[in-house]
C-alpha cells in the first residue's frame, strides 16, 4: 500500500468512525462544529441541537430547538451569558468526560457540564425526542451524569419538573431571556416556593411579580385555564424529598411548552398543526389583579365589578390611606378597624367563594386535618386571620391552611378558585354569615365620593 492509499484509509476510518454512529449523540470522536453548520437530531426528529444566532444578534450560542416546527424555537441555551462571536465553536466530550464547548484552538471551556465523574470517564451526550439532553456513561448508556432539564433557561417542557430536591439541594427554576436578541438571564423567574404551602412564583429580580396559588389537588388556584383538562396530565408532588410540578399530555402528538418570557409572561402554548402557528392557552399575568400585591396587605381585587375600583378590604378592615384608595392604589393595603374584639368576643367566619387564597407562603398548613377541625383551630388561635382547604378539589376538602398575619394577594374569580373563610367579629357575623365577594360594594370608594363632593358644594 503506497503512501497515498495509506492516508486515504486513515481518512475514510476516521470519517466513518465519526458519523456512522447514531445521528442523536456526541462521543469524542463524533462532535459537532459551528462551521460546518452541523447539528444532532432525536431519535423520533423531534428536536435538534447545535449553533444557533438569536433574533438580529451575530453572536453564536448551542441550543436545542423543535426540528420539524418551521420557526426556529429555541428552549433551551448551554452558554447563555457567554456567547461565542464568530463560528468557532466545537462542542464535544472532553477528556474528563464532561460535554464541553470550546472555541477553536483554545483549551478553556466557554460552557461544560462540570460533573465530577468517578471512574470511567467514557461517556456521551444524547438528545431525547423529549428535548432533554443527557450525558451518559458509555459502558451503559443506562447512568445519567447530567440532564438540561435539570438545569432550565426560560421553557418548561412536558416531563421537565420545577421545583426544588431536597435530597440533593437542586433547585429547578425558569429564567427569561434578557431580549429576543439575548439569551441570557434576565430579570423574570419563575421557582417553586416551599414555605408555607408550596406555590410558584414569578419574580422580578428578587420582588414578587405574579404567583400561581397553591396547588388544590387538581391545579393551581391561580390559572382558571387549568380547570379544562382536555390534553395535559399535571403532577404535583410535596414530599420529604421533593417539592415539584411536570406536566405530560393525552395524546403523543400533542406539542406544548411553558415560557417565562422578556416581559415577565408565563404563557403556556399548544402547537396547531393545521395552521401551523403556537396557539396560547393560558397567559400570566394579564390583568390588574394578577399582579402580586396589587391591593396591599388585608385587601383583596375583584377584575369584575363594573365602573368601580377593583380594590376592596375585608370585612372588618378599612383602607390605610383612604386618600389613596380613592385615587385608586390599592398598594397600601387595608387595616383593622378600631374597636373591634376578635378574641373570645362570639366572633366567628365569613365564606368567600372563588377565591385565589392568600400568599401561603406565611401560611401554616397542616395536612392532617379536615375543614371542621381546621375551623376549631383557627377560632381557638386569636391571631389566625383566615382558614381555607389545602387540597380542596380532593373529597370535599382535604388538609388545613391558617393564616396569622396580614392577608396579601387575594383575587376573586367568578367560577374557579376556592373558599376561604375569613375571621369577622360577632357583628358583621350576625348580618352577613356568607359573604357575596364578587358582588360586593366598595364602601369607602363611595364615602370618599360623597366626602369630595360634600368639601367641595
Wanted: aromatic share 12%.
Amino acid at each position: 500500500m503506497n503512501p497515498v492509499q495509506w492516508l486515504l484509509m486513515v481518512l475514510l476510518i476516521f470519517f466513518l468512525s465519526r458519523f456512522s454512529l447514531s445521528a442523536d449523540i456526541i462521543t469524542q470522536h463524533h462532535f459537532i462544529e459551528d462551521n460546518n453548520d452541523e447539528v444532532i437530531i432525536s431519535s423520533g426528529k423531534v428536536f435538534a441541537l447545535g449553533f444557533f444566532s438569536p433574533g438580529n444578534s451575530r453572536n453564536r450560542y448551542v441550543g436545542i430547538w423543535y426540528h420539524q416546527i418551521p420557526e426556529k424555537i429555541v428552549v433551551w441555551v448551554a452558554n447563555r451569558n457567554n456567547p461565542i462571536k464568530d463560528n468557532s465553536g466545537i462542542l464535544r466530550i472532553d477528556s474528563l468526560g464532561n460535554l464541553s464547548l470550546f472555541q477553536r484552538n483554545q483549551t478553556v471551556p466557554v460552557w461544560s457540564t462540570n460533573i465530577s465523574i468517578r471512574g470511567t470517564r467514557s461517556s456521551i451526550a444524547r438528545i431525547l425526542d423529549s428535548g432533554n439532553l443527557v450525558l451518559l456513561q458509555n459502558d451503559t448508556r443506562k447512568v445519567v451524569l447530567w440532564q438540561s432539564f435539570d438545569h432550565p433557561t426560560n421553557t418548561w417542557l412536558l416531563s421537565m419538573k420545577i421545583g426544588l430536591s431536597f435530597r440533593t439541594g437542586l433547585n429547578r427554576i425558569l429564567t427569561s431571556w434578557k431580549s429576543p436578541d439575548d439569551p441570557g438571564f434576565g430579570i423574570y423567574s419563575l421557582r417553586m416556593i416551599p414555605d408555607g404551602f408550596p406555590q410558584l412564583v414569578m419574580y422580578k429580580g428578587s420582588t414578587p411579580w405574579w404567583r400561581s396559588g397553591p396547588w388544590t389537588g387538581q391545579r393551581w388556584t391561580g390559572i382558571p385555564e387549568m380547570s379544562k383538562k382536555y390534553v395535559i396530565n399535571d403532577y404535583f408532588v410535596n414530599s420529604d424529598d421533593e417539592v415539584s410540578y411536570n406536566t405530560s399530555v393525552k395524546n403523543a402528538s400533542i406539542i406544548t411548552r411553558g415560557v417565562t418570557n422578556e416581559t415577565g409572561i408565563l404563557e403556556g402554548l399548544i402547537w396547531n398543526h393545521e395552521d401551523q402557528r403556537w396557539i396560547v392557552f393560558y397567559s400570566h399575568p394579564k390583568e390588574q389583579c394578577d399582579f402580586y400585591g396589587h391591593c396591599g396587605p388585608n385587601g383583596y381585587c375583584n377584575p369584575y365589578r363594573a365602573d368601580d375600583f377593583e380594590c376592596t378590604c375585608f370585612p372588618g378592615f378599612e383602607p390605610k390611606s383612604p386618600e389613596a384608595w380613592f385615587i385608586r392604589d390599592g398598594t397600601g393595603g387595608c387595616v383593622r378597624k378600631p374597636s373591634i374584639s376578635m378574641c373570645g368576643n362570639g366572633e366567628g367566619f365569613i365564606k368567600f367563594t372563588h377565591v385565589k387564597v392568600p400568599d401561603t407562603s406565611v401560611a401554616h398548613a397542616d395536612m392532617s386535618m379536615g375543614l371542621k377541625q381546621c375551623k376549631e383551630k383557627c377560632l381557638r388561635n386569636c391571631s389566625c386571620m383566615a382558614y381555607a382547604s389545602a387540597y380542596s378539589e380532593i373529597n370535599r376538602g382535604v388538609g388545613c391552611l391558617t393564616w396569622d398575619g396580614d392577608l396579601l394577594d387575594a383575587r376573586i374569580y367568578t367560577q374557579t378558585g376556592q373558599d376561604l373563610y375569613v375571621r369577622v367579629d360577632a357583628n358583621y357575623l350576625g348580618r352577613c354569615p356568607t359573604f357575596n365577594s364578587l358582588f360586593a360594594t366598595n364602601i369607602y370608594m363611595q364615602v370618599a365620593v360623597l366626602t369630595v363632593k360634600t368639601g367641595s358644594s
